[in-house]
């Protein structure tokens, strides 16, 4: 299985400041033959189910706020929230595609 | 607009087998991949499995041995079947569609509470 291990495990972040969270996957989700990086993002408050953010490592979805970026390739991907609005307080989520199982990271809590 | 609903009993007892349907509107079970995601209590998600269309599957190892997918196309519907449940597998269930890799549609999950 791939294994998708996030960072850090919560963070407290002000309105409108930025929000940094990592994931790290072992072992790579790139495929080489389309240089693609098989690593979506998601967004989950409680009552709700989990919202796709971002998928491609780094393509936002239909929707989202354009303060939500993803970087990253190969092993290590980033989930920038560029101003963080009170409505952004939720448990984000990497995930890998590449194979199956479909692996998620253990989630990162962002407060206010 | 793709809707899905997970229905099914929201207690089972330990050694029972937990059964649950997703029933989908706005869009036909005979295309894509449908997927049964869950979530214990305090924890993250974790991939169950997903069916397709054709009725071939595949299953997260380490729960392989005790899950079972089906596809009713005729009601639009999928379901799952996890064999001899223990306190472990209390969890809210989700149902959710793949397209092109990826989970584009969730239902709102359901709880389910191993306890005799």
């Known amino acids: 299985d791939i294994v998708m291990t996030q960072s850090p495990d919560s963070l407290a972040v002000s309105l409108g400041e930025r929000a940094t969270i990592n994931c790290k996957s072992s072992?790579?989700?790139?495929?080489?033959?389309?240089?693609?990086?098989?690593l979506a993002w998601f967004q989950h408050k409680p009552g709700q189910p989990p919202k796709l953010l971002i998928s491609w490592a780094s393509t936002r979805e239909s929707g989202v706020p354009d303060r939500f970026s993803g970087s990253g390739s190969g092993t290590d991907f980033t989930l920038t929230i560029s101003s963080l609005q009170a409505e952004d307080v939720a448990i984000y989520y990497c995930q890998q595609y590449y194979n199956t199982p479909r692996t998620f990271g253990q989630g990162t809590k962002v407060e206010i | 607009q793709v809707q899905l609903q997970e229905s099914g009993p929201g207690l089972v007892k330990p050694s029972e087998t937990l059964s649950l349907t997703c029933t989908v509107t706005g869009g036909s079970v005979s295309s894509y991949y449908w997927t049964w995601i869950r979530q214990p209590p305090g924890r993250g998600l974790e991939w169950i499995g997903y069916i397709y269309n054709t009725g071939s599957t595949i299953y997260n190892p380490s729960l392989k041995s005790r899950v079972t997918i089906s596809i009713d196309t005729s009601k639009n519907q999928f379901s799952l079947k996890l064999s001899s449940v223990t306190a472990a597998d209390t969890a809210v269930y989700y149902c959710?569609?793949?397209?092109?890799?990826?989970?584009?549609?969730w239902g709102q999950g359901t709880l389910v509470t191993v306890s005799s």
């Open positions: 959710a569609r793949e397209v092109n890799e990826l989970f584009d549609y």
């Open positions: 072992p790579s989700v790139l495929y080489s033959s389309n240089k693609q990086n098989y």
